[in-house]
T-cell receptor
């Protein structure tokens, strides 16, 4: 049990659908992250939030829209995705943004775009 | 940002000690070195962190030479369940925001053979 939960665990969607991924952390952390991991590729940092404020958007296409209503919840809204967006989407949280702050990851959402 | 270089993959037999070395030639004076482990279809999890010399916990040891331009993660007596990708990260401990210290790289894929 990592203290970071993600729903749904699996999602299949068409290119015209709109869906949302949810992440919740029960660790009292201030920073939350979205990562994308495609097959056989490194983790790609997508977005970073600290105290609900977005501090990083790593050149992510606008079809991915993050939302952080509070320090415990993070959403990733998806619309008009492409098949190449199929990947494992991981949420993480940490006490702060320093490299020394251990990141705790959720189990991920396996997304398939048809 | 201190760039890190690791071997892409390693194989080891069960019961052996495994050493994975990470090169970080341009590490800054106040940078810490952190290692994460990632099993297939899961998020990475923190293993160990250090600044200099040697750090040991219940999972692994981390050896850092005096010049700190490299570090070695040592896994004693590996088992099949240690098959995973191991990431080395280098970054400042405090006070720096943003994604500069959150780069996981390609990691080292360790395969433990029966």
């Amino acid at each position: 049990e990592t203290g970071v939960t993600q729903t749904p665990r699996h999602l299949v969607m068409g290119m015209t659908n709109k869906k949302s991924l949810k992440c919740e952390q029960h660790l009292g952390h201030n920073a939350m992250y979205w990562y994308k991991q495609s097959a056989k590729k490194p983790l790609e940092l997508m977005f970073v939030y600290n105290f609900k404020e977005q501090t990083e958007n790593n050149s992510v296409p606008s079809r991915f829209s993050p939302e952080c209503p509070n320090s415990s919840h993070l959403f990733l809204h998806l619309h008009t995705l492409q098949p190449e967006d199929s990947a494992l989407y991981l949420c993480a949280s940490s006490r702060g943004l320093a490299a020394r702050d251990e990141q705790f990851f959720g189990p991920g959402t396996r997304l398939t775009v048809l | 940002l201190a760039k890190t270089t690791q071997p892409i993959s390693m194989d080891s037999y069960e019961g052996q000690e495994v050493n994975i070395t990470c090169s970080h030639n341009n590490i800054a004076t106040n940078d810490y070195i952190t290692w994460y482990q990632q099993f297939p279809s899961q998020g990475p999890r923190f293993i160990i962190q250090g600044y200099k010399t040697k750090v040991t916990n219940e999972v692994a040891s981390l050896f850092i030479p005096a010049d700190r331009k490299s570090s070695t993660l040592s896994l004693p007596r590996v088992s099949l369940s240690d098959t995973a990708v191991y990431y080395c990260l280098v970054g400042p401990p405090e006070g720096q925001t943003g994604a500069n210290n959150l780069f996981f790289g390609t990691g080292t894929r360790l395969t433990v053979i029966p």
